[in-house]
């Protein structure tokens, strides 16, 4: 018999055998060659499988071989050379960190409100209403109390022939910014004052004397939230009457004092919200450093912030909640930045990227400084703003 030889062929791509197996079979030219093969033993079959196999084996090494040594070393140095999927570019700018804090989000300055006009409380406001400049605050007898802007509390009745004040100044202020008045405010009470007095009352359908009693209008720094009535309808008025805050949310932080460039008066933060919205906000004040009890049973050192919602209504549904607060930490300024994934270890120690100049990489090795938010300083190498280097995926 003569054995006949296969040719090499490439395996089925979902085997799991060789890349290229040899086929070799066996055949015969007559039936007594096929007697004299079906008499050889079962070990001489396994032999013969055996030198099948590492033969096999062999061809494909050589084949692996021959491929590898014929390849040109052109086109592995290309392969290496080959600009990355990913990039970025050398950037210039600070180094910076969010540093989160935790505060209380609530209406500020909670604080009852009244008037001492003698007689009974005939309306209150629903709890929520926001009272602005010139509107009722409650009623007494059936007639408004009205609300004004001013730092001064009413102490008097505004009437012809009291002394000058700036209590006259601040009626006069808020009687011009309603439309009654159209002088120039001082402290003087005059005449112009007694004209703007009467068509304010006939505005509200009081009685147009060009006096106001004492306890008709209330003073206050701006608009005002109602938290909740004091006093019900039906009783004495003369005293407190509302429960009122201020009419916008703040959010209350305390900070370390090393953050304090960090969080001046009108620096930007985000803070979130229970519900998981993050809304942009504004430090509208910045307290004067205090001491605060610490989990340790001791006392820290803490800077008290505040802060304002740059949109109110995304908070309308909140009344009293914690919030996170996120500020933005500078580390290290006008410093040139990579990203983290950019950096390659080398042996022996030390890094490295790898920039990418017309379509291929090179290796540069850097000098590294501080880390903070996957972005590293670069304070040594020769790496420049602008330059493109890979990062990984």
């Not at 015969?28 to 096999?56: C, F, L, N, V, Y």
């Not at 392969?79 to 969010?98: C, D, I, S, Y």
């Not at 001492?116 to 209403?129: D, I, K, M, Q, Y």
């Not at 004091?230 to 900070?255: F, H, Q, Y």
């Amino acid at each position: 018999m003569r054995p006949s030889f296969g040719i090499l062929r490439k395996r089925d791509p979902d085997a799991d055998d060789l890349d290229t197996v040899l086929a070799i079979g066996g055949g015969g030219d007559d039936g007594g060659d096929g007697d004299e093969e079906e008499q050889r033993s079962s070990s001489g079959r396994g032999r013969r499988g055996w030198i099948i196999a590492a033969t096999a084996f062999v061809v494909v090494a050589a084949v692996a071989a021959t491929i590898l040594l014929t390849r040109p070393p052109a086109e592995a140095d290309d392969e290496q050379k080959k600009p990355p999927a990913e990039t970025t570019e050398v950037a210039r700018g600070n180094l910076t960190e969010q540093v989160r804090v935790t505060g209380k989000l609530e209406f500020k300055n909670v604080r009852d409100l009244g008037s001492p006009l003698a007689g009974t409380v005939t309306g209150v406001p629903a709890p929520g209403t926001v009272v602005g400049r010139g509107y009722e605050l409650f009623r007494v007898d059936d007639t408004p109390v009205i609300l004004m802007f001013g730092v001064l509390p009413v102490w008097r009745e505004f009437a012809e022939g009291m002394a000058d004040g700036e209590d006259v100044r601040q009626l006069e202020a808020n009687l011009q910014a309603l439309g009654f008045f159209d002088g120039e405010p001082d402290d003087e009470f005059r005449w112009a004052t007694i004209e703007a007095i009467k068509e304010w009352q006939k505005a509200l359908g009081l009685e147009e004397t060009g006096r106001i009693e004492m306890g008709r209008i209330v003073f206050a720094p701006g608009e005002v939230r109602v938290q909740d009535a004091v006093a019900k309808v039906g009783s004495p008025a003369g005293g407190a009457v509302l429960k009122v805050s201020d009419s916008t949310k703040e959010a209350a932080v305390d900070i370390d004092p090393n953050l304090a460039a960090n969080a001046p008066v009108g620096a930007k933060v985000d803070v979130r919200l229970p519900d998981g919205t993050v809304a942009p906000g504004t430090v509208t004040a910045v307290g004067a450093p205090v001491e605060r009890d610490n989990d340790n049973g001791g006392k820290t050192l803490k800077l008290p912030i505040t802060i304002v919602l740059d949109d109110p209504t995304v908070a309308a549904a909140f009344d009293t909640v914690s919030v996170s607060v996120t500020l933005v930490h500078v580390i290290a300024e006008d410093v040139l930045l990579v990203p983290v994934t950019a950096l390659l270890a080398q042996p022996g120690g030390g890094s490295a990227v790898e920039r990418v100049v017309n379509k291929k990489t090179e290796l540069v090795m850097i000098e590294l400084g501080k880390f903070a938010d996957g972005m590293v300083e670069v304070v040594g190498g020769d790496l420049a703003e602008g330059d493109v280097v890979a990062v990984a995926r």
